[in-house]
């Protein structure tokens, strides 16, 4: 049994609430309904709920007009609160156009689905009817520990081009999977070895970014549950070390280089880093090692590209792997994360997002890495000719790898 806040002045709507909660009653244990953010605070304080369905546009007390964004400042307070106790899935809704753009973002970031509502529509009622139903059934289920996994192999990209493209061209028997509460576009498919069979599921996070790289890894687990989770795609690789274009990157470790403090130092700022690592399973290592002195399986990725022939050999490094929050162009921003990270192999603006967001995942937590090709250097001028190359020996390097997992 469940209970659930229902956080809603106005009356029609509270109509429309019951007419969809009626069906589930049997299931819910407690149902409330206030009116204002005081009120609700109150309950939020008595009792524990497992479902908030919150309107953004809300009253302070009772009777008195909404305030437009009451509802997100009361979501606010409840991340910091000792006092109220936060819901462990809460459902945002409002009727405005401009309150939804405004903060759809704070939300999504959040991984708080935020519905707009809308008289004449079904759409929002059949979401909330989900998100329920998906609640009802995990309640149900009580709070055993999963020990199994549901997919073999998850994959990241930031983009869906040229990033996602090529992971898309491996022969994988895609199928496009979407679900009605979440914004974003999976892919679903599989590979067999023999007699094994991988589950493979994959997306783009749409935006380059931690951020966006790192909600869209604890969607992707807590939907799909892997075992393992990479990331592929192109990176800014750091001159020395014989790194050329196309070449793939092994993040072990990978940080945030823009993680530290920022003082003042005779009157000028001063930066000091304090790089917080994130590593690759040893097993996983081994198998990279292998795989970049594997010099047939690397040149036939590199002969087997038709949109020009490289000029060097493709190879693989396995190194200390920066991401930041911009993209870099500048010689002396490298030269300052080199100097706190001698073997720094590249920099990009997600990989980083997505291990710390793995790591931190409840268990059972998928094993992580990122697999990352050069498509320029972080101390010169951008050139877009490489990209597309870089985003398929990326992918090549992961479909390589899955196979070596098979067999």
């Keep these: 049994m469940i209970k659930v806040l229902v956080v809603e002045d106005n009356k029609y709507k509270i109509e429309n609430y019951k007419q969809i909660l009626r069906p589930l009653e049997n299931e819910f244990e407690i149902l409330t309904y206030s009116d204002s953010t005081i009120h609700a605070k109150k309950e939020l304080a008595r009792q524990k709920f497992d479902v908030m369905i919150l309107d953004i546009a809300l009253p302070l007390r009772s009777g008195e007009p909404p305030i437009m964004d009451a509802g997100l400042a009361l979501f606010i307070e409840l991340q910091y609160s000792s006092n109220m106790n936060m819901p462990d899935h ?207 399986f690397l040149t036939s990725i590199k002969d087997k590209y038709s949109d020009f022939i490289s000029e060097t050999e493709l190879k693989i490094h396995i190194g200390a792997f920066g991401s930041g929050s911009s993209v870099v162009a500048d010689n002396e921003i490298v030269k300052k994360v080199v100097e706190h990270s001698r073997n720094l192999i590249g920099i990009d603006m997600e990989a980083y997002g997505v291990m710390f967001a793995s790591n931190q995942y409840i268990k059972p937590k998928p094993t992580a890495f990122s697999i990352k090709s050069i498509c320029d250097f972080a101390d010169a001028k951008k050139d877009d000719k490489y990209q597309d190359y870089a985003a398929y020996t990326s992918a090549s390097v992961m479909n390589n790898f899955i196979e070596r997992l098979l067999s």
């Design 90 to 296: 809460i459902i945002a809704i409002t009727e405005y156009q401009n309150v939804f753009d405004k903060n759809i973002c704070e939300f999504n970031n959040n991984l708080i689905s935020f519905l707009k509502y809308e008289a004449s529509s079904d759409e929002w009622r059949s979401r909330i009817t989900n998100l329920l139903n998906q609640v009802i059934r995990a309640h149900n289920d009580g709070d055993r520990i999963i020990s199994d996994y549901n997919y073999d192999m998850a994959i990241i990209c930031a983009l869906d081009d040229p990033e996602l493209k090529h992971i898309l061209n491996l022969n994988y028997s895609w199928m496009p999977y979407s679900k009605i509460e979440d914004c974003a576009s999976y892919y679903v498919g599989n590979i067999t070895c023999k007699t094994k069979k991988m589950k493979i599921v994959c997306a783009a996070a749409g935006e380059m970014g931690m951020t966006a790289s790192a909600v869209l890894t604890t969607k992707i687990i807590q939907q799909f549950r892997p075992k393992y989770l990479g990331m592929t795609g192109i990176a800014a690789g750091v001159r020395g070390g014989n790194r050329n274009y196309g070449d793939i990157l092994i993040a072990d470790p990978s940080f945030d280089y823009g993680s530290g403090k920022i003082a003042i130092n005779e009157e000028e700022s001063d930066f000091r880093p304090d790089y917080k690592q994130q590593r690759i399973d040893p097993d996983l290592i081994r198998i990279f090692r292998a795989m970049s002195l594997d010099t047939a």
